[in-house]
Nanobody, 116 residues
Framework: QVQLVESGGGSVQAGGSLRLSCVASGRTSANYAMAWYRQAPGQEREFVASIPWGGGTTYYADSVKGRFTISRDNTKNTAYLQMNNLKPEDTAVYFC?????????WGQGTQVTVSS
């Protein structure tokens, strides 16, 4: 069993920045991928960014390319999402996700609110 805890959310004005963190604990193991998703009120959860265990190729939703950067520090069991030039449409609850061998884990989410 793995627990994921997000932090770093908050309220910022458009153009501002935030860095989200996702710390994995419990029965963690190597070789798991991690990703960030978000869900705005009344909307379905959508993919934001992902990163494999060893780093390398990352993927981003078109809406955040050039503004968000996903990274990870496996020694700290932590994934990050650096969000720059935030826009009001980025307002959502951001969820951390990890998966391996058919098992998927989700964090509880952290709220990001961007005002215009």
């Amino acid at each position: 069993q793995v627990q994921l805890v997000e932090s770093g959310g908050g309220s910022v004005q458009a153009g501002g920045s935030l860095r989200l963190s996702c710390v994995a604990s419990g029965r963690t193991s190597a070789n798991y991928a991690m990703a960030w998703y978000r869900q705005a009120p009344g909307q379905e959860r959508e993919f934001v960014a992902s990163i494999p265990w060893g780093g390398g190729t990352t993927y981003y939703a078109d809406s955040v390319k050039g503004r968000f950067t996903i990274s990870r520090d496996n020694t700290k069991n932590t994934a990050y999402l650096q969000m720059n030039n935030l826009k009001p449409e980025d307002t959502a609850v951001y969820f951390c996700k990890s998966w391996k061998d058919g098992h998927t884990y989700w964090g509880q989410g952290t709220q990001v609110t961007v005002s215009s």
